[in-house]
């Protein structure tokens, strides 16, 4: 039989202690996000929510640069800008109109190209969405130059809740192969499956994975409600708030583009009211838009 020492086995219990609290801080730490984050995470949304709104004259507290649509696509959103925290806002609007059921189901996968997109071979969006955000594509874009050019140190923001998180989400791409100079972000709320595997690489490309930002709230249907037998794969990254209330530690950073851990684990509801809450705010609180 092996005997141990007194002070080898006490040694042996600190590296298994220490064992168990590395393991345990590393399963905490991949189920929270910070406190900032959650906060980010909150005041998009506010924006994206005033997007559904037919007038929203200060988002959130900022300043309202212009709407923007596009009455044939019925594509809509504004652009803010916040002087404080110097950035510039993109909002699109999720579906409201009949139009955008049209949009919505329209499912068939293009070539994915964009004004000044370089087109990679193989990338493929969903032909609505895409056809949508083109539809305004070249506006924004004025937009948004011309505001970088008074405020060229300002963070862009790219930002929308269901429909209007696909566009944010081809936004975001677009906003970074035409300003690859300017600080940029995209927070989406339960957006749809946007495009395939090489639109999703594009779109890690361009905006880096560090700077996408996808939440799902616990059983959304819409994330996941185009099935990726088709051929779509949401990108990067999933922060999947997987039970309420909204709290930071109620978070989980999830992993690559489809971890089986996060909101792909639930099978799709379909449009629930899991959809039209997003950190406790409503969709469509018209208190955002002062």
């Keep these: 039989m092996v005997k141990f020492s007194h002070s080898s086995l006490l040694f042996w219990s600190h590296i298994s202690l220490s064992c168990a609290i590395f393991v345990q801080g590393s399963i905490l730490q991949r189920r929270s996000i910070s406190q900032d984050l959650f906060d980010d995470f909150v005041r998009f949304f506010n924006f994206s929510s005033g997007a559904y709104q037919e007038s929203c004259p200060s988002p959130v507290g900022t300043t309202l640069v212009t709407p923007f649509n596009n009455n044939?696509?019925?594509?809509?959103?504004?652009?803010?800008?916040?002087?404080?925290?110097?950035?510039?806002?993109?909002?699109?609007?999720?579906?409201?109109?009949?139009?955008?059921?049209?949009?919505?189901?329209?499912?068939?996968?293009?070539?994915?190209?964009?004004?000044?997109?370089?087109?990679?071979?193989?990338?493929?969006?969903?032909?609505?969405?895409?056809?949508?955000?083109?539809?305004?594509?070249?506006?924004?874009?004025?937009?948004?130059?011309?505001?970088?050019?008074?405020?060229?140190?300002?963070?862009?923001?790219?930002?929308?809740?269901?429909?209007?998180?696909?566009?944010?989400?081809?936004?975001?791409?677009?906003?970074?192969?035409?300003?690859?100079?300017?600080?940029?972000?995209?927070?989406?709320?339960?957006?749809?499956?946007?495009?395939?595997?090489?639109?999703?690489?594009?779109?890690?490309?361009?905006?880096?994975?560090?700077?996408?930002?996808?939440?799902?709230?616990?059983?959304?249907?819409?994330?996941?409600?185009?099935?990726?037998?088709?051929?779509?794969?949401?990108?990067?990254?999933e922060y999947w708030q997987f039970e309420d209330p909204a709290t930071p530690d109620n978070v989980k950073q999830c992993s690559g583009r489809e971890d089986p851990t996060c909101s792909a684990s639930i099978p799709s509801q379909g449009i629930n009211d899991a959809h039209d809450l997003y950190f406790g705010q409503q969709v469509g609180n018209p208190e955002v838009c002062g």
């Design 72 to 237: 044939a696509t019925s594509t809509e959103g504004y652009v803010a800008r916040d002087d404080n925290l110097k950035q510039i806002i993109v909002a699109f609007r999720g579906s409201q109109q009949a139009q955008d059921a049209i949009t919505d189901i329209n499912i068939i996968l293009l070539p994915y190209i964009s004004p000044n997109v370089t087109y990679v071979s193989g990338a493929k969006a969903h032909a609505g969405f895409l056809i949508a955000y083109n539809s305004v594509a070249s506006t924004v874009l004025s937009i948004v130059r011309s505001e970088l050019a008074a405020h060229p140190d300002y963070e862009l923001i790219s930002t929308g809740h269901s429909l209007g998180g696909a566009l944010a989400s081809l936004g975001g791409a677009s906003l970074a192969a035409n300003f690859p100079d300017a600080k940029l972000r995209v927070f989406t709320y339960g957006q749809p499956r946007t495009g395939n595997s090489g639109y999703a690489q594009v779109v890690e490309d361009l905006v880096g994975t560090e700077n996408l930002y996808r939440a799902v709230h616990t059983t959304d249907g819409v994330p996941t409600l185009i099935p990726t037998f088709l051929g779509y794969q949401h990108h990067v990254t």
